[in-house]
């Protein structure tokens, strides 16, 4: 199963004590919890470009699956890292942040990302 495709947010858990973990002023927080972000993912072999739409801020990342790369965060600091994958997950270790992304199924991404304890969990669903 290939990951291309646009998903859009459709539930989420634990949004506000995560960002709270990973250092987002509660200013952006407040704006973000209700937005309903969408995903585009790009994928051609083990080279992926994802970009994050979220309101008016755009996330875009390249990389190529067991290669380093440079990616930005959440919080908009740019780290080296690098994803592995392992079936249909694709894993990252970012600053202490623990990253998993799973094609659930040809229509289902489920992003869970875990800081230090809290679990913050994203259900997406393909458009």
Do not use: C, W
Not at 48 to 76: A, H, M, P, R
């Amino acid at each position: 199963m290939a990951f291309t495709g646009k998903y859009q947010l459709e539930s989420h858990e634990n949004f506000v004590p995560f960002m709270k973990a990973i250092g987002l002023s509660d200013e952006l927080i407040e704006k973000g919890k209700d937005i309903k972000s969408v995903s585009e993912i790009e994928q051609n072999g083990d080279h992926f470009k994802v970009t994050v739409t979220t309101g008016t801020k755009v996330l875009v990342n390249t990389f190529t699956v067991g290669q380093e790369s440079e990616l930005e965060t959440l919080t908009g600091e740019k780290v080296k890292s690098v994803v592995t994958m392992e079936g249909n997950k694709l894993k990252v270790s970012l600053k202490g942040i623990e990253s998993v992304t799973e094609l659930v199924d040809g229509n289902t991404i489920v992003n869970t990302m875990t800081v230090g304890g809290i679990v913050y969990k994203r259900i997406s669903k393909r458009i």
